[in-house]
């Protein structure tokens, strides 16, 4: 493996990089000096891993492996950085593997379960031709492919080609909005001039990729539970309490990397929200999963009991969406103080679009990311994994280890937010091939050093490992996923 450091990096101030915008590149650097790391710490990264893989899992044309690589290596760094913290010693040196990372970015796709290939999109989850333009939708859950078909006047048994035709016929600005009235999910493909013209563009770009703040008081807190035991590894993350309140991909991945690091990480689900049992299957790893009705005296109540205990909360809804059952970060902050408060969005805190459902495959068409993958027939493209998702999913993840260090250290209640809206800016902002560009050859990339299988209760799982490693650290989930809501709503004994 070549030992390979950044020296760009500042990091003097938590979330200084970037404040102006998106104005760096998606590098190791820039997303450590988002984070507010010390630049010292960057000699401590190893960088290495199979040739191929540039050119084949993540080819595209915007920088994806450099944004995974980042992502990735900020994550475990930030998790040796608290090992170190915890245990007294050097921090211990971080590997990156660009294969093990190209196979976690696109761990869905590599999911079997009992030999199944789960199903990534729904038929009308996809482009569709309009009068002037494109258009994403998304419908992957019943409730929200019925909005998009009612939005268009369409019955329930519309297919494909019905949809296709609806579309054909309207503009798609105005196909966007008519859809979002309905508490739908569509987006106007646009050109990046034309997202940063936008003015949800112009405020996601006067933001950082990432913010990491104080909001409160909170006196440092002693965490002296052992890291392992015997011959066991290095868990920096255990004896914490992790409520994962979070769907899909993005905040999964983060609160998943947690549970690796040793974690008790409790998710909880809203008993009438339908979720992806297989979507669980690749992302419940290390965790337990509870349903719990935040609407009732009896949720409010065990949610009461969770949040007096725990250590960290994550979010993954809308901004807002959470504050009514007391779980916007001031209310946190006065009623836990010393928590890690960590909250995740589509298209961020700011600007008319922060209120607006979102996912990957929109956040792409929305920014620019579609135009720029496009085939050269003009079809927009996409990238070649949800890596919107999984990027922001590791760098919450090391905003959140990065914050239990400074709280270690300083006391305080800290606050992290990401929005896949920021990670696409980042991610943007790298430079981008021609479409004609030809692209070196390599011996193809075999993903199969990165799988390994798993019995489980939900199926004989084949599934991605872990692309944060650190020396000591754990190489495997300690558990595999559970079904859905199969546990209480209580904590595991410490």
């Known amino acids: 493996m070549v030992h390979v450091h950044g020296g760009t990096a500042d990091g003097a101030v938590t979330g200084a990089a970037g404040r102006a915008g998106h104005t760096a590149a998606p590098t190791t650097d820039t997303a450590w000096a988002a984070l507010g790391g010390a630049p010292a710490l960057l000699e401590r990264i190893a960088y290495g891993g199979p040739p191929g893989v540039a050119e084949g899992p993540l080819a595209a044309r915007l920088p994806v492996l450099p944004a995974a690589r980042s992502a990735v290596a900020v994550c475990a760094l930030a998790a040796a950085e608290l090992t170190a913290r915890r245990t007294g010693r050097a921090v211990p040196d971080v590997r990156v593997d660009d294969g093990a990372v190209a196979t976690a970015f696109r761990s869905e796709r590599h999911l079997l379960i009992d030999g199944r290939a789960p199903a990534a999109f729904a038929p009308l989850s996809r482009f569709w031709?309009?009068?002037?333009?494109?258009?994403?939708?998304?419908?992957?859950?019943?409730?929200?492919?019925?909005?998009?078909?009612?939005?268009?006047?369409?019955?329930?048994?519309?297919?494909?080609?019905?949809?296709?035709?609806?579309?054909?016929?309207?503009?798609?600005?105005?196909?966007?909005?008519?859809?979002?009235?309905?508490?739908?999910?569509?987006?106007?493909?646009?050109?990046?001039?034309?997202?940063?013209?936008?003015?949800?563009?112009?405020?996601?770009?006067?933001?950082?990729?990432?913010?990491?703040?104080?909001?409160?008081?909170?006196?440092?807190?002693?965490?002296l539970t052992a890291l392992g035991t015997g011959d066991g590894p290095l868990l920096p993350a255990a004896g914490l309490r992790v409520l994962d309140l979070t769907r899909v991909i993005a905040g999964p991945v983060a609160t998943r990397t947690l549970a690796l690091l040793g974690a008790d990480?409790?998710?909880?689900?809203?008993?009438?929200?339908?979720?992806?049992?297989?979507?669980?299957?690749?992302?419940?790893?290390?965790?337990?999963?509870?349903?719990?009705?935040?609407?009732?005296?009896?949720?409010?109540?065990?949610?009461?009991?969770?949040?007096?205990?725990?250590?960290?909360?994550?979010?993954?809804?809308?901004?807002?969406?959470?504050?009514?059952?007391?779980?916007?970060?001031?209310a946190l902050a006065e009623r836990r103080p010393g928590l890690v408060v960590a909250r995740l969005s589509a298209w961020g805190d700011h600007g008319p679009w922060r209120g607006r459902r979102g996912f990957d495959s929109l956040v792409q068409a929305a920014t620019g990311i579609a135009v720029t993958e496009a085939a050269t027939d003009g079809t927009p493209g996409a990238l070649p994994a949800q890596a919107l998702d999984h990027g922001t999913g590791y760098l919450l993840a090391a905003a959140v280890l990065r914050a239990l260090t400074e709280q270690s250290r300083t006391g305080g209640t800290r606050l992290a937010t990401l929005a896949l809206a920021r990670t696409a800016g980042w991610l943007v902002n790298g430079p981008a091939e021609p479409p004609s560009a030809a692209r070196p050859t390599a011996p193809p990339y075999d993903p199969a050093p990165y799988l390994t299988e798993t019995p489980s209760p939900l199926g004989h799982l084949r599934h991605a490992l872990p692309p944060v490693t650190f020396d000591g650290g754990p190489a495997n989930w300690h558990r595999p996923p559970g079904r859905l809501g199969a546990d209480a709503p209580v904590w595991a004994d410490r």
């Open 129 to 223: 031709r309009t009068a002037d333009g494109w258009v994403r939708t998304h419908a992957n859950y019943p409730h929200h492919r019925a909005r998009l078909l009612a939005a268009l006047g369409l019955p329930g048994t519309a297919d494909v080609a019905d949809v296709a035709a609806e579309l054909a016929g309207r503009r798609a600005e105005e196909a966007e909005e008519t859809v979002y009235a309905a508490g739908g999910l569509a987006v106007a493909v646009r050109t990046p001039g034309r997202w940063a013209a936008h003015e949800q563009g112009a405020a996601v770009a006067a933001r950082p990729l990432l913010t990491l703040e104080s909001i409160g008081a909170g006196a440092p807190r002693r965490r």
């Open 265 to 330: 990480v409790l998710r909880l689900d809203a008993p009438h929200l339908p979720e992806s049992p297989d979507a669980h299957g690749d992302t419940g790893f290390g965790k337990r999963s509870a349903t719990l009705d935040l609407g009732s005296r009896s949720g409010r109540a065990a949610l009461d009991a969770l949040l007096a205990t725990a250590d960290v909360v994550v979010t993954g809804y809308r901004p807002g969406a959470l504050d009514r059952y007391g779980l916007a970060p001031e």
